[in-house]
């Protein structure tokens, strides 16, 4: 069985950074892509960023463009998302997210079959 546990979410001042990390277990880690997805309160479920089996492709969103970083250590199982210069929309639940197979960046939510319980990310102004 596939599971998804993410951690390093908290609390943070405008301007500051967070990284986050995604751990798996339950089958060969960099056999798949990855991706993290975000959930305001009110919206619904948002890209942010997506990584291919090896780490050598990469996509975010624009939003974050610049601003995000998503990378893999597939000898750990562990996907991270480094966040630097964080705004007040940037609050949200992040999730991380694996398709059922794929090796490519994914950058749609259908497109991910296991998700993670969520961390909360929240910037305060």
């Known amino acids: 069985q596939v599971q998804l546990v993410e951690s390093g979410g908290g609390l943070v001042q405008a301007g500051g950074s967070l990284r986050l990390s995604c751990t798996g277990s339950g089958r060969t880690f960099s056999s798949y892509a990855m991706g993290w997805f975000r959930q305001a309160p009110g919206k619904e479920r948002e890209f942010v960023a997506t990584?291919?089996?090896?780490?050598?492709?990469?996509d975010y969103a624009d939003s974050v463009k610049g601003r995000f970083t998503i990378s893999r250590d597939n000898a750990k199982n562990t996907l991270y998302l480094q966040m630097n210069f964080l705004k007040p929309e940037d609050t949200a639940v992040y999730y991380c997210?694996?398709?059922?197979?794929?090796?490519?960046?994914?950058?749609?939510?259908?497109?991910?079959?296991?998700w993670g319980q969520g961390t909360q990310v929240t910037v305060s102004s």
């Open positions: 997210a694996a398709p059922q197979s794929g090796l490519d960046i994914l950058t749609m939510a259908y497109e991910y079959d296991y």
């Open positions: 990584i291919n089996w090896n780490g050598g492709w990469t």
